[in-house]
């Protein structure tokens, strides 16, 4: 299940993004949002993986607007 989650969360499709945060639990969700931080702004994360953090944090802030 985790690996499905990271591999949603990372696939850089928009819905596919949101549906994996929105069924999230709260309490995992503070959890995902701080290593997508640290994943996108980090060193040592390989540039795929950094760009596709910060798709997942755009469509992820974007749910709150």
């Not at 989650?5 to 819905?15: C, K, N």
């Not at 702004?41 to 795929?48: F, K, N, S």
């Amino acid at each position: 299940m985790i690996e499905a989650l990271w591999e949603a969360l990372l696939s850089e499709e928009p819905p596919r993004i949101r549906r994996a945060w929105l069924d999230l639990p709260d309490d995992e969700a503070s959890a995902v949002l701080e290593h997508l931080k640290r994943m996108a702004t980090e060193p040592g994360w390989a540039e795929g993986q950094r760009l596709s953090a910060a798709t997942a944090l755009r469509v992820i802030r974007g749910l709150a607007e």
